[in-house]
Structures are given as structure tokens and as C-alpha cells.
């Protein structure tokens, strides 16, 4: 498989008419992320792994939050951010109307691009088994 890298390549990306093609989008780009690295044999960046992370905490630290209060801290962090980014964001664009959308489409964008690398490194680690496996069987 080859793929080509153009810098200067400018991509128009279709805007998703309802929320669940816009989470399936950013889903589909998390999962692409570690089988295209694979391909072009690149390491993927530790960044990458961040939104994993998120949901990764979600998941099983956060229920602790309740017992151990300090647990989250880093949520109301992350909710502050998503409120500051927004308005960051809304005044870029001069948009006042998505300064009270981007603050919720933030975290989904983030869990379902963290849950679509998670399956894009099992779904790389099948490829790889299956090299494997044709190795030994050739």
C-alpha cells in the first residue's frame, strides 16, 4: 500500500448533518489513526492518546469520585477548558450562536475519537497478528 503526503494539499471536509454521523466521523478518525501509522510504518504521536486517556478516566476513575472527591478536579478542569476554547473559538469565527454548542461538542468529539483509537489499535493489532501468521506460513 502506498500513500502520498502533499503539504500543500488543501482538504475541504464535509460538514456532518446530525450529531451521530458527526460522532461516526470523529469515531472513523480516531480508528484510522493507528492502522494508517502502521501502514506508513510512523509511530503515533503520544498526543494522540490523550482523548483515550479521557475516556479511559471516565470510565473507571471517575465513579470513584464519589467516595474520593478530589477525583474530579480534572473533569471540572476539562469542562472549564471546553467553556474557555468555546469562547476562544466563537469569537475566531465571529459566531456568537456556537459559543453555547462548542462546549458540549468538544467532549463528544474527544470520547468518540478516544474510543475510535482504541479500536483502531485492536483492529492494528489483528493486522499485525496476521503478518505474523503469514510469515510463518510462507
Do not use: W
Amino acid at each position: 500500500v502506498k500513500i502520498a503526503y502533499n503539504p500543500n494539499l488543501i482538504i475541504y471536509h464535509k460538514r456532518r448533518p446530525t450529531l451521530k454521523s458527526f460522532i461516526i466521523q470523529f469515531y472513523k478518525y480516531g480508528k484510522v489513526r493507528p492502522i494508517t501509522s502502521k501502514i506508513i510504518g510512523q509511530g503515533i504521536s503520544p498526543l494522540f492518546f490523550i482523548p483515550t486517556l479521557f475516556v479511559f478516566y471516565l470510565i473507571f476513575i471517575l465513579p470513584f469520585s464519589v467516595m474520593y472527591t478530589f477525583l474530579i478536579y480534572p473533569l471540572i478542569i476539562y469542562c472549564a477548558l471546553c467553556v474557555i476554547y468555546g469562547f476562544f473559538d466563537s469569537v475566531k469565527n465571529n459566531s456568537f450562536f456556537s459559543f453555547f454548542i462548542l462546549p458540549f461538542l468538544y467532549p463528544i468529539i474527544h470520547i468518540s475519537y478516544g474510543v475510535g483509537i482504541v479500536a483502531g489499535l485492536i483492529a492494528r493489532n489483528k493486522i499485525i497478528q496476521q503478518e505474523k501468521r503469514e510469515i510463518i506460513y510462507s
